[in-house]
């Protein structure tokens, strides 16, 4: 990643801003691989110091990819350091290599509210935590590189090639991952009855 | 329903999930936040030009003090020889190369020159 000459660097400012504003997501993405509060508070602390430290030289429109391959590169060195095994199974990782007895795309069917706006009364608000709750976990059971691919492309928006980068792997795979995670991700909003 | 539009439709979900982490989540991001910020040290400026990382001057000037420092002692031990080698010559050699070299025709006709060669020749 080569900075333009003349390009300001990352003001203290600039970096407080841009981490306040990562650190919840980053901490969400990090539980959804490591399935462990403790272990990803960890690896944000991680990924958040490194940044500081060994990329202070960085214009600040490059914090975001950057973060994101530090953090993945945290994720992916917890389980290489085998502190965390994993014991979850995925519905949804069958679900994405097969689903040969549904032919349907659930993209195609799935029904999407026009507005997502805050409930009014708490039998709403109860349901909507519980679609909350339902999608949280749909995310998290789906295999760790469709969800990654998934996070970096639709929550971060990072565009393919930046996710790619980040992801250490082809724009192909990339765009393979998202597929399979979203067609996923449908179908099990779709088999519990959920709309976005 | 393509994947950009699920995608989309799935974010704020994804952001109102984010920003529903406990107060102790929170407190502890806020703390490696500011943990993180500790450790960053604003780029400097050289000359009022270019902006580069704090540490890198001191990087540059370590490393010539550290360079210069390694090449002291052989550049001490090299003076040393070369100075023991000009003030060790062989008195004996440079009397023969002095005898041996081509003396003016004068010379031998001056008389002191001459009584001076009989002694040490003699």
Known sequence: MRRALGEPLATRKELSDFLASVERRAFKQSVFSVHDEEAALD???????????????????ELPLLFQRILQNAIRDHFRRGKVRSTWTTLLSNLGMGGEDDDADPLETLEVEETSNVPASPADRLEQSEVMAAIEAAVQALPERQRQAFMLRYWEELDVSETAKAMGCSEGSVKTHCSRATHALAKVLKAKGITL | MNENEFGAKLKPWLERSAQAVGDFQATRLKAARLRALDAFQEPVRVLGLVAVAPGTLQTIQYSIVQRALLWLPMAA??????FQSLHESDPGELDAQLLSQELPPDAFIDQDFRTWLGKSGG
Request: no cysteine.
């Open chain 2, 77 to 82: 031990l090299l003076a040393t020889l070369a």
């Open chain 1, 43 to 61: 690896i944000v602390q991680d990924a958040m110091m490194k940044l500081a430290e060994k990329y202070a030289t960085r214009p600040p429109g």
